[in-house]
């Protein structure tokens, strides 16, 4: 049993490797130079990321440098470049059927986000799960990447984040260690590194800090000590928490409507927020229509933005339904198809 077991196992990656395309190779290639440049990480932790092994650096060196001696490595490495992109981008990314999207939501938060970098401020976008933030702030930070302005650094919070834990991320991402290290003193040494080297911090999923009070007064003390701009990314729930811990319902409320009196009402005052709506109801079906490369009946269009509702995740999660319907059913696309979609992709997001 177990001998069958590794006879299919091996049959699978052998079917997966032959299916590995030229084009694929390609796009993995420019993803994983991108990934490189960005992390700024060596070789020997790129390929640590790839699950690649002992001679990972090498086999990622070539790779990188297009310079082919083994098919079947450059296809394992595609392959493995594929899963961490899945990983990275997420459910959300819209951009692997059709390019990426430069939407009337995507447009706010770009100018947003340029208003904080150039004014050095202290800011938010925020919007529901799906609205396209993340996407559209990996694109601000490559195309900021030469334009002469800070560098823009993404750092990702997590769930299990606490501040010093916090405090150590930053200060890993900022390659100012490895790991571990006493807070007070990676305080220090950050404050030292973006007062001399100023960078354009975003920080993603900031949600995750709302059971940690005080990583926003870090924050805090961290912009009032380096002046370094900041951009903090989330759902509307990281407003509502902010404000709230702001006395938001308080009667002594300055102009902004934010008392002044809160615990974190000395954070909440210095925030510049935008709220990004996610897609518009054109978007969708314009998007839809050009990945699938068909066109939507009226019905079905009208189901559509019903179900999407802004969202791009949910319409990521339809158009991998459809593309598969569409090829069955030629170029038009009713209301049976867009529901049937839509169950699907409940399903799969019930999943996640």
């Known amino acids: 049993m177990a001998e069958t077991a590794r006879i299919q196992e091996h049959e699978q990656e052998e079917k997966l490797l032959s299916e590995v395309s030229i084009n694929r190779e390609a796009d993995a290639r420019d993803w994983l130079r991108s990934f490189f440049r960005t992390e700024g990480i060596d070789k020997t932790a790129l390929a640590r990321r790839l699950g690649i092994g002992k001679e990972g650096r090498t086999v990622v060196t ?20 594929e899963r961490l992109r ?34 050095h401020l202290l800011g938010a976008v925020v919007g529901p799960i799906g ?136 954070f909440a005052d210095r925030l510049a927020v935008e709220v990004a709506p996610g897609l518009n109801d054109e978007e969708v079906v314009d998007i839809c229509e050009q990945a699938l490369n068909a066109t939507l009946e009226e019905e079905a269009s009208k189901k559509l933005i019903f179900y999407v509702e802004h969202n791009f995740r949910m319409l990521a999660l339809m158009l991998r339904v459809l593309r598969d319907m569409r090829l069955k059913h030629g170029r038009s696309v009713n209301r049976r198809m867009i529901e049937a979609a839509w169950m699907t992709s409940s399903h799969i997001k019930a999943k996640q």
């Open 62 to 81: 070539k790779f990188l440098a297009d310079k082919r001696d083994d098919d079947a490595n450059f296809a394992r490495i595609t392959l493995a470049t």
């Open 86 to 119: 899945a990983q990275v981008d997420g459910p959300e990314g819209v951009a692997k059927y059709i390019g990426f999207q430069e939407t009337a939501c995507v447009s706010a938060i770009w100018n947003h986000a340029k208003k904080v970098r150039d004014g």
């Open 131 to 266: 609205s396209g933030k993340t996407e559209a702030l990996r694109e601000f930070q490559r195309r900021a990447r030469h334009d002469g302005g800070a560098p823009v650094r993404i750092i990702r919070c997590r769930t299990t984040m606490n501040l010093p834990s916090f405090v150590r991320k930053i200060a890993v991402d900022l390659n100012l260690i490895e790991h571990g290290g006493d807070v007070s003193t990676l305080h220090e040494q950050i404050v030292r590194r973006l007062s001399s080297y100023p960078e354009f911090l975003i920080f993603d999923e900031i949600d995750y800090l709302t059971y940690h009070e005080k990583s926003f007064h870090f924050l805090r003390d961290l912009y009032d000590e380096t002046g370094t701009g900041m951009l903090l990314s989330g759902q509307l729930y990281f407003l509502s928490y902010v404000w709230g811990r702001a006395d938001f319902a308080s009667t002594n409320k300055d102009e902004k409507g934010i008392s002044r009196s809160g615990s974190l009402a000395p």
